[in-house]
């Protein structure tokens, strides 16, 4: 992947968008969207996973037909939201392993404070893919990928559902080797790191909590 940022402008990304962003959506309706939402950002995520091939039988004739070469895949939710983003992935990738970074933000200074890190062995084989929906300050993306680049993670891409410019910036600063992929890039984050316009705290709109 060469660009940092990829911005997915696929219609069905975008009408799924502008449910999940309507403050009138249900929970169960919030966390169905973003499940298919997620699959078709996956699809764009793992466009390079190295392919090989394998000859088989159809019923007309033999062929030499593709494959993936099995490069290994782990995939690093970000709690608690990420967890929103996990079936998702999982269901296209039944074999990728699945590990965990618990980050809460401090609400006066924003700064990732962590409290849970966990992810699969032989990290460094793997490709990682983290997910959060929502990359604000960036605070807390730019930590959890510095403690999977600590863990001996390479090859990092970062999977969300929306950016802020502010954000952005930040993950490009700090780990330009990182991309990106996303279903926007909204206008900007207000004075509680909230992203504009938005969709409100998204760990509380899937898990129906305050
Ligand atoms: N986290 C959220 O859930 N929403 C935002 O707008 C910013 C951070």
Redesign the pocket.
């Known amino acids: 992947m060469t660009d940092h940022l990829t911005v997915v402008d696929h219609p069905l990304v975008q009408h799924k968008l502008t449910i999940m962003r309507k403050k009138t959506t249900s929970t169960s309706e919030f966390r169905q969207l973003l499940k298919e939402i997620t699959q078709l950002l996956a699809y764009e995520i793992t466009r390079e996973l190295p392919l090989t091939t394998t000859t088989i039988d159809t019923p007309m004739e033999e062929m030499d037909a593709p494959i993936l070469a099995g490069k290994k895949m782990a995939l690093v939710s970000i709690l608690r939201?990420g967890n929103g983003m996990l079936d998702g992935v999982l269901e296209l990738v039944p074999s990728a392993r699945v590990g965990f970074v618990g980050l809460y933000?401090d609400e006066v200074t924003l700064e990732p404070v962590q409290y849970y890190f966990k992810v699969p062995q032989q990290i460094s084989d793997r490709m990682v893919i983290a997910v959060d929906?929502?990359l604000?300050?960036g605070n807390s993306s730019v930590a959890a990928v510095e403690l999977l680049k600590q863990a001996g993670a390479t090859d990092i891409r970062f999977l969300c559902l929306?950016a802020?410019p502010e954000g952005v910036a930040r993950m490009k600063e700090a780990h330009p080797d990182v991309p990106i992929v996303t279903a926007s890039l909204d206008r900007q984050?207000n004075e509680k790191?909230?992203?504009?316009p938005?969709?409100?705290?998204?760990?509380?709109?899937m898990f129906g909590t305050q």
């Open positions: 939201a933000r929906p929502m604000a300050t929306l802020s984050l790191g909230y992203i504009l938005g969709l409100g705290d998204a760990g509380d709109r």
